[in-house]
């Protein structure tokens, strides 16, 4: 699958309201949860003197926030500082009155090692579920290579110079379709919240869905698990990567060696949606190496691991099946590819090795060409669906394996 940097210039459901205040004290068990997802696959332009303004979009809502900021692909110590939190209100404008400040053990900035990555100290800020949040970030010092997100499918407002995150709106600011140094935003809720990880490549990723319009099949699921009173507590974080594989680097590190970071340590996390391997059998069709050219068994064997690494921390992990990639055209798309993701498809349904199977394959598929999407999910390239085709996903999830109990 392809991932892009898209560079632009030019500039909801809402299950409930949302006040930003100080906390009153909660008469419930309050723990930390995520809320929302990015992980770091790529590395992307240096700053310097900027600050960067992000919009993403809660899936649960709390009393407290706090964010976790990135130095996974830099190439030396970055200071971040000021940071500050507020209310979208469109584009990069927020709501006058709802800015605050973030802190990192107990300063304004916070110098972030190479490889590594810092939590913000917790925020006394009610937020809602499906609120869309402006965080914003000043680089002071020249970051040499930043740590991104590539195919955000959502816009990074940059300026051209200066501390600018207590602005109300970022005027003439540069777009950028990457998440910079955010990878997660985690909210303070009231037991028993519990996040769902959507874990995959581009089709968990977005590709192909309409920018800053939160069409992805995870960002639907969350909608809809608002909308649903039993499973209102649960969290949607997506873990998707753009062209990301099961068993071998490429876009981002391979799923079995990022597993542990964008899965299996997310708070809160209880239940793991695995959707990953289609690359796997596209790289084999014409493979740059050796080891590129796997087997349906190999794949099957990775995933068999992944169940592995799930259940040993006490971690339900439901399997979807692999969406059809017919019409992607040679070598990507080969019959012997296709051969590979009907097996890999018939142990997914029929191993019992997940605790549920998520059946995408069946709801995408035009029944009468099997291996290609139904024309009215394809997003035109053959293998992301479109908008209305991320939509089919996320209503065909049973919403009876998130709650309580499952």
């Given at each position: ?17 949302v006040?930003?205040?100080?906390c ?11 809320s ?13 003197s ?16 706090r ?12 200071v ?54 402006a ?26 110079h200066?501390?600018?995150t207590?602005?109300?709106e ?30 995959g ?21 969350a ?22 594989r ?27 949606v695995?959707?990953?391997g289609?690359n ?27 169940v592995a ?7 339900k ?8 990639f017919?019409?992607?055209g040679?070598p ?11 097996a890999i ?11 549920a ?32 085709g ?17």
């Open positions: 699958m392809r991932c892009s940097i898209v560079k632009r210039v030019a500039i909801g459901l809402v299950f409930c309201s006040a930003v205040a100080t009153a004290a909660s008469t419930g068990a309050e723990s930390w949860v995520g929302w997802g990015a992980p770091p696959d790529a590395v992307g332009p240096a700053l310097q900027q600050t960067v303004r992000q919009v993403i979009r809660t899936s649960v809502g709390g009393s407290a926030l964010i976790r900021l990135s130095n996974l692909n830099g190439a030396e110590p970055i971040i500082g000021p940071v500050h939190v507020a209310l979208q209100a469109s584009g990069s404008a927020i709501q006058p009155g709802s800015d605050h400040a973030l802190t990192f053990a107990g300063q304004s900035t916070v110098t972030i090692f190479r490889g590594q990555s810092v939590l913000s100290d917790p925020l006394a800020m009610r937020v809602a579920a499906l609120q869309e949040l965080v914003s970030m000043y680089l002071p010092k020249p970051t040499g290579p930043s740590t991104i997100h590539g195919d955000a499918h959502a816009e990074a407002y940059i300026t051209g200066g501390d600018a207590a602005a109300t970022l005027m003439h600011a540069e777009q950028l379709g990457s998440r910079l140094f955010l990878t997660d935003v985690e909210v303070k809720a009231i037991a028993p919240a519990r996040a769902l990880v959507a874990f490549d581009s089709i968990t990723d977005g590709y192909q869905s309409t920018a800053d319009a939160n069409r992805r099949w995870p960002d639907v699921l909608a809809r698990l608002q909308a649903t009173p039993k499973t209102a507590s649960v969290a949607v974080v997506n873990s998707g990567i753009s062209g990301n099961i068993l071998n680097d490429g876009m981002g590190p391979s799923a079995l060696s990022r597993f542990e970071r964008d899965a299996l340590d997310k708070a809160g996390v209880h239940w793991i695995l959707l990953e289609i796997d059998i596209g790289a084999a069709g014409q493979p740059a190496t050796p080891k590129d050219d796997v087997s349906a068994q190999q794949i099957i064997d990775g995933m068999k691991t992944l690494r799930a259940h040993a921390k006490g971690i992990i439901y399997g979807a099946t692999l969406t059809p017919g019409g992607v040679w990507y798309h080969t019959p012997e590819g296709e051969v590979k993701r009907q498809n018939t142990w997914i349904r029929s191993s019992g090795a997940f605790d199977v998520i059946d995408f394959d069946r709801i995408t598929r035009d029944p009468a060409h099997p291996d290609r999407f139904l024309p009215a999910y394809d997003s035109g390239d053959h293998l992301h669906p479109n908008d209305a991320y939509k089919a996903m996320a209503d065909s999830i049973d919403l009876g394996l998130f709650a309580l109990g499952k």
